[in-house]
């Protein structure tokens, strides 16, 4: 942002597409006191869109599930990394910072939105708290707290710390 010879850029941009099929149960099934309501299989490529020694991307096939209990909602993620030829690996070691899957936690009361993703690296853990307001009809305030490793891909080596906050657009969970 202070630098006017690169033009303020963004130090990093992460992107995450993914194909998937999402499989919406007609009739929720019980599990541990909650309501599975949906899974989906696919795979997904993460990259930040970065070159040579900055560059960071890798493959995965995955498995998520939905699970409600009330007002609250847990997604949870398992996921396979596809093997990089190990010439050209730019992180070899990302499973100990990142792991093999994550844990998301979703709990909405009234307007109140709070939101705790954590990132189970193998080694190293991370962990992002959010909590988000209506605005109004259709934007949300945030505020994030992260900690940890695995926040972002260029840094996912280094412990970090962060404090965040913005607004989220068309927030489908809460009013």
């Known amino acids: 942002m202070y630098n006017e010879k690169w033009s303020r850029p963004f130090r990093e941009t992460n992107y995450s597409p993914e194909i998937f ?6 009739r929720a099934h019980s599990f541990l006191g909650g309501k599975f309501i949906a899974y989906d299989i696919g ?25 409600v209990y009330g007002n ?19 992180n070899q070691d990302i499973e100990k910072f990142i792991g093999i899957g994550e844990l998301e936690i979703d709990k909405v009361w009234e307007k109140n939105r709070v939101q705790l993703k954590i990132i189970p690296g193998l080694d190293h853990q991370g962990a992002e708290l959010t909590y988000s307001y ?3 009809e259709g934007i949300r305030y945030f505020i994030k707290a992260s900690y940890g490793y695995g926040l972002n891909l260029i840094d996912y080596r280094h412990e970090g710390k962060k404090l965040g906050f913005g607004f989220v657009l068309a927030d489908l969970l809460s009013r």
């Open 21 to 26: 099929v999402r499989k919406i149960l007609s």
């Open 72 to 90: 609250t909602y847990f997604k949870a993620a398992l996921w396979y990394r596809l093997p990089d030829n190990p010439d050209k690996d730019e």
């Open 134 to 136: 209506p605005l109004r």
């Open 43 to 67: 795979v997904i490529h993460q990259s930040n869109g970065q070159i040579q020694e900055l560059s960071r991307s890798w493959n995965r096939l995955f498995i998520r599930s939905a699970i």
